[in-house]
């Protein structure tokens, strides 16, 4: 059973331009997490996603980021006009469907680079 | 209230020797505990999870002694080992509708030959 894959595993964009990032997470998972981490940080929560439907968006910021779970395909983490504070590695987790969904497994990130 | 406070930033073991880490929390609605092991440019791995009905939970090496009035948990690695040496975060969620995990900080661990 593959583990969560996260790609690009690099992504550099200079500022303005937008940043697609993407998440398959686990055979029989259809619940999906994103995660920021800044340089020398922890990780923090953005927004949880089930199939179709975002369920808690309260650590995403406002403006330019947006996610997407479709009900085929990976998830979609987007962000428009990249600036240079966006550079960080960002993580994708994801749990089951059946019972024991606190168990969150995650993916081995995306680092932005915005230069 | 939602933070996790986690302490030491870093930490030295030498090998064979005992690493604490200690989180501490004020939402006593948190009711699942894991601990997360962070090698660079990887992603984090879960080590080990506890919930508050439980005071310790022990997978090999790895041991998590929960104080539920005291509002802190900690981990302690037994027999420390160089390839132990990476970043350990604690956290905590809240089960219901979202299970979002609050992160500590983190303790960059390295253990000495």
């Known amino acids: 059973n593959a583990g969560v894959m996260q790609n690009p595993r690099h992504l550099v964009r200079r500022r303005g331009q937008e940043a697609r990032l993407r998440c398959s997470p686990m055979k029989g998972h259809s619940h999906v997490y994103w995660y920021r981490q800044l340089p020398e940080e922890g990780l923090k929560f953005m927004v949880y996603l089930q199939k179709e439907n975002i369920i808690d968006e309260s650590g995403m910021p406002k403006e330019r980021f947006s996610a997407e779970f479709p009900k085929e395909g990976p998830s979609i983490l987007r962000i428009q006009q990249v600036v240079r504070g966006d550079s960080a590695a960002y993580f994708c987790?994801?749990?089951?469907?059946?019972?024991?969904?606190?168990?969150?497994?995650f993916g081995p990130g995306t680092r932005l680079t915005v230069l | 209230q939602q933070q996790v406070k986690q302490s030491p930033q870093s930490l030295i073991v030498q090998k064979g020797g005992i690493s604490i880490i200690n989180c501490a929390y004020e939402?006593?609605?948190?009711?699942?505990f894991p601990w997360y092991q962070q090698f660079p440019g990887k992603g984090p791995a879960l080590l080990i999870a506890?919930?508050?009905?439980?005071s310790e939970k022990k997978e090999g090496r790895f041991t998590i002694s929960f104080n539920k009035s005291a509002k802190q948990f900690s981990l302690h690695i037994m027999d420390s080992q160089p390839g132990d040496s990476a970043t350990y975060f604690c956290a905590a969620s809240v089960g219901g509708a979202t299970n979002k995990l609050i992160f500590g900080t983190g303790t960059l661990l390295a253990v000495q030959p």
């Open positions: 987790a994801s749990s089951p469907d059946t019972g024991g969904t606190d168990t969150q497994y």
């Open positions: 506890i919930r508050p009905d439980v």
């Open positions: 939402n006593t609605a948190f009711d699942y």
